[in-house]
């Protein structure tokens, strides 16, 4: 246990779940996308639904979409800001069934017409989990940057994944594989010490049977 676990972090609201929290999906969110965010439908699940409202959730989350920390002192200002900034947003209600009550699911729409489906929870004390990306299973943390391969379920896609990382030097702190079916849609959360080249990156995204490349920068 360290001292956040005890004290939270550093933050702007009343709840390091209901607002740290939600900023910090939302940063990680545009982090994940990789450039401006211009629409954002936000659904939120659970005691974010119920309460979220009295916390400043949908403010935060928001405030996070925008590039805010969770101590910007401008989370309360977060939805003119938005407006100023170009980007159009909505709120709404979701059941995501059996997951964490502090939920939200965003369909989001970047600059260049990228789209990116997220679902997230904020698991106390500013932590977050990111749960779903585009519909398939992913659960990282956001605290270290992230690959995420979206690929056939073939063999050798694993290997030349690692082969690279190892190739450049790039460290893996965790490593996750989901598949919804034998030959199907797979993916791969790689979490690593070091953050990964825009070339190797770029080399992954041409490689036949990779269908898509997602990554989280800490830069």
């Known amino acids: 246990m360290n001292l956040f676990d005890i004290v939270g972090p550093v933050m702007v609201g009343p709840s390091s779940s209901h607002t740290a929290g939600a900023v910090k999906i939302g940063n990680v969110?545009?982090?994940?996308?990789?450039?401006k965010i211009v629409k954002a439908e936000i659904l939120f699940h659970g005691s974010f639904l119920a309460t979220g409202k009295g916390h400043g959730t949908d403010k935060a989350v928001v405030a996070g979409l925008l590039g805010c920390a969770v101590d910007d002192p401008r989370i309360p200002d977060s939805l003119e800001m938005a407006q100023n900034a170009g980007m159009t947003y909505s709120f709404g209600a979701v059941d995501l069934g059996d997951v964490h009550p502090n939920s939200v699911k965003m369909h989001l729409t970047g600059q260049s017409g990228k789209e990116l489906d997220v679902v997230a929870a904020s698991v106390g004390g500013g932590r977050i989990q990111i749960c779903k990306l585009d519909g398939?299973?992913?659960?990282?943390?956001?605290?270290?940057?992230?690959?995420i391969v979206h690929n056939v379920d073939q063999p050798g896609h694993v290997a030349e994944v690692t082969s690279m990382l190892e190739h450049k030097s790039v460290n893996i702190a965790t490593m996750q594989l989901y598949r919804e079916g034998r030959g199907g849609n797979a993916v791969m959360v790689l979490e690593c010490d070091q953050e990964v080249p825009a070339e190797a990156i770029r080399w992954l995204e041409h490689l036949e049977g990779i269908v898509k490349v997602t990554y989280l920068s800490l830069v």
């Open 29 to 35: 969110s545009r982090k994940l996308m990789g450039e």
């Open 136 to 147: 398939l299973t992913a659960n990282f943390s956001g605290d270290y940057p992230t690959l």
